[in-house]
């Protein structure tokens, strides 16, 4: 199983990114996938996940970021719209059991790709 991100930089508050996930190794239909985030000093937190118990949005990102997969490519997406600066973080896609529950903790993902908000 191999993740890698990418797509990350520097925006502005408001500003836009898509980052990208290339995947290898497993099938988005039997695992749950997804996105989570670290921030210095802060807590891991899941910025999305769909698996066996459904699909979840953070309430921080919720309106402003969508989640997408391209099967055929083994890809997975994040648009991340009106971007604030509390965004600012290290960004990882991961995959792990069925369940959401331990998205970002147990499991796989990348090396992450650093996103910044800053004017």
């Known amino acids: 199983v191999q993740l890698a991100e990418s797509g990350g930089g520097v925006v502005e508050p408001g500003g836009s990114l898509t980052l990208s996930c290339a995947t290898s190794?497993?099938?988005?239909?039997?695992?749950?996938i997804g996105w989570f985030r670290q921030a210095p000093g802060k807590e891991r937190e899941k910025v999305f996940c769909?698996?066996?118990?459904?699909?979840t949005y953070s309430e921080s990102v919720e309106g402003r970021f969508t989640f997408s997969t391209n099967n055929a490519k083994n890809m997975m997406y994040l648009q991340m719209n009106s971007l604030k600066s509390e965004d600012t973080a290290v960004y990882y896609c991961?995959?792990?059991?069925?369940?959401?529950?331990?998205?970002?903790?147990?499991?796989?993902w990348g090396q992450g790709t650093q996103v910044t908000v800053s004017s």
């Open positions: 190794g497993f099938n988005f239909d039997d695992f749950a």
């Open positions: 769909q698996g066996i118990d459904g699909t």
């Open positions: 991961a995959t792990t059991g069925s369940s959401c529950l331990f998205l970002g903790h147990v499991g796989a």
